[in-house]
């Protein structure tokens, strides 16, 4: 004898069409903070870009231009899959409520959003060898910013799209900073205090708190820090975030499974710097 469900294929229906909502809604903490890439294909992908043009004086009118050698750099994004079984027995009821409806959509989003962002903290840890380094070992303050912000400036990096990422003990530690809470830079630490963070010393600042995917790695005392700008690092997708909703006999439960197939990749360490911060 088979067990029939109780299957709502309106609710079904309703469902994936509030997850796509949320998906335009919910935005991941890195989103329009890196470069992005869609519709890849193959199980990799190569990022190919010269790493810097220098023009030339022409000589006479007629002469020939000669052919600059310049350095390409082809670093490789790996393709990840990301999927979850969920067992969700709403779609069972004879009449699915609208609010645990858009709470399961939410749920699978932000549970997307995170590993999609994971991603990228994990892209920053592994090419962390590679980057410049900055030690705080008193803790993020605005003496440590100013010479992250000179590694940038020497280097001529853009002025515009500058991030750093931290967690919020790197905010505590910003806020204990006298310098940071002196009258010059009044409006802008109550715009930390106040988790309305925009710029701060021409940095724009990412928080993350503890993530069951991870999150920064704290190594010891040492929190892993990154301080980058946009042209710095990119993400990229194989498949944007979707959902499948499925009925299983053996479980005797429908199966909602939030799916997603991204990479992030470092692409030019000049851009990125880590920041290895002692959090007390």
């Known amino acids: 004898m088979s067990f029939t469900p109780g299957l709502n294929t309106l609710a079904i229906k309703q469902f994936s069409s509030e997850f796509m909502l949320q998906v335009q809604k919910m935005k991941r903490s890195f989103d329009g903070k890196t470069l992005e890439i869609y519709d890849l294909t193959g199980s990799s992908y190569e990022v190919k870009f010269a790493k810097q043009w220098a023009m030339k004086k022409r000589g006479a009118y007629h002469s020939t231009v000669a052919t600059t050698a310049v350095e390409y750099r082809k670093p490789v994004m790996s393709r990840n899959e990301y999927v979850q079984n969920i067992s969700s027995d709403i779609f069972e009821q004879t009449l699915v409520n609208a609010s645990e409806l858009r709470i399961q959509a939410e749920n699978a989003v932000a549970a997307l959003n995170r590993i999609q962002d994971q991603e990228t903290l994990d892209a920053f840890e592994a090419d962390r060898g590679s980057m410049e380094t900055i030690s705080m070992a008193s803790g993020m303050t605005v003496d440590k910013l100013i010479e992250v912000g000179l590694e940038f400036n020497n280097k001529n990096i853009d002025q515009e799209d500058r991030y750093i990422v931290a967690t919020p003990y790197e905010m505590a530690s910003l806020l204990k900073d006298a310098k940071a809470t002196s009258s010059d830079y009044a409006n802008q630490m109550y715009a930390l205090i106040s988790g309305k963070i925009d710029n701060f010393m021409g940095f724009k600042f990412n928080w993350f708190g503890e993530m ?3 999150g920064l790695v704290l190594d010891g005392a040492v929190r892993h820090c990154y301080a980058y700008t946009k042209k710095g690092i990119l993400n990229g997708w194989w498949m944007r975030p979707t959902v499948t909703t499925t009925y299983k006999d053996e479980a005797f439960s429908h199966l909602v499974l939030p799916r997603v197939i991204c990479g992030s990749k470092v ?10 911060v002692t959090e007390s």
């Open 212 to 214: 069951e995917e991870g």
């Open 267 to 276: 692409i030019d360490t000049d851009r990125v710097l880590s920041l290895e």
